[in-house]
């Protein structure tokens, strides 16, 4: 019985450790590795120290494992929390920066509203003062066009009294000289007979053009001034008059050398431009005279007085367009010297006729008060404003 029943704990023994050997696998298998390893033991190999050991083992890689997954998780629900804190706060920050840029757009809104608006406002006030100045300025301008109808006959007037009283000068002026030449001693007809010895000297300039005294100068004149009528030169030399040029012109420059003797006032032509024409035809004639205009020029220069720079250069470039002469012909010690005072022309004047030469002093229109030491001149010219007739540039 003793022999029989030895084996049955055997068998048993072999039976547990081919159970614990599959559980064992089984424990291996989990985790998703291979099943039983191959090589590493077999069943005959077991004892039951090497299972216990085993066993050991197993249960310690377990735990290894789960401390692993545990640590692992943590570490990942640990960045998962860095990340959703950082997102949350990067969430925050937009917000408060769109926050801040409504405010903002609403503050310039607001503000650009307040500009715009101050802007139209202004603008409407600046335009209510335009308004407000035009209409003073229409009313102001039809006061002043009634004021010159109502006054023109008081202007008519004054110019009438002034012209009157600078003809009442001139008489006046013209009678003293006439008493002065009656109380010079004239050579009696026999002193006449007596030759005289005399010292040749510069010839003597012509300071009278009276038809008696110098016909054939009055000839030549009037020869000029038909030419000047009927045949116009528009292309002539220098110093030749290159305008149409009217009947009337001609009598009223024929009366000045003639019925004035180079010396007096003509009735003006209304305007300035026609004035200029009358002058440029007087200085073309003096220059023809001389038989070359440029010496003529020089010995006979011309003297203009304006009052202002502005009517000078109407002057000027009247001359020029009339004349044919250019610039250069205008200077202190050229063709024709522009004055705008009386006290440099008359100083001029005696410096030319202290060197033998004989200027023509021209005096514009607007010139209402002529000085006297003008008129001791040989040859002198003024436009005398006609008291009927109110040139444009009067005033």
Known sequence: MNSDESPIPDQELAVQT???????????????????????FTTDSLTPDTIESKG??????????ADTATELGAYVVGQLSERVAELQRLHDTLEAEIEALTESKSHITD???????AGLEELEERRELLQIEIEQLELRRERIREEMRTSFAGISQE???RVQGFKDYLVGSLQDLAAAAEQLELPTPSRWSEPRETEPGPAPLPTQFAEPVFQENAKRIRHILHQYRTHPDYYGPPWQLRRTF????????????????????????????????LASSVISILHSLEGDPMAGSRRRPTLVLA????RLGEWRRGLQDCLGISRSDFGPERGIVLFEATDALVQKADRLLADSRLPLVVIDETEDKVSLSLLQFP?????????????????
């Open 18 to 40: 081919s159970n614990s050997s599959q559980a064992l696998s089984e424990e291996l298998s989990f985790g998703g590795e291979d099943p039983e390893p191959k090589g590493l």
């Open 307 to 310: 009052n202002t720079p502005e």
């Open 159 to 161: 110019l009438a009294i």
């Open 56 to 65: 050991v083992e197993c249960i310690a890689q377990k735990s290894d494992k």
């Open 111 to 117: 503000t650009l509203g307040r500009i715009v608006a």
């Open 246 to 277: 009217e009947p009337i012109h001609a009598e009223r420059v024929e009366g000045w050398f003639f019925s004035q003797g180079g010396r007096g006032a003509i009735p003006t032509m209304g305007s300035r431009l026609q004035n200029i024409l």
């Open 379 to 395: 040859l002198w010219l003024a436009f005398a404003p006609d008291p009927q007739q109110t040139s444009s540039y009067m005033f």
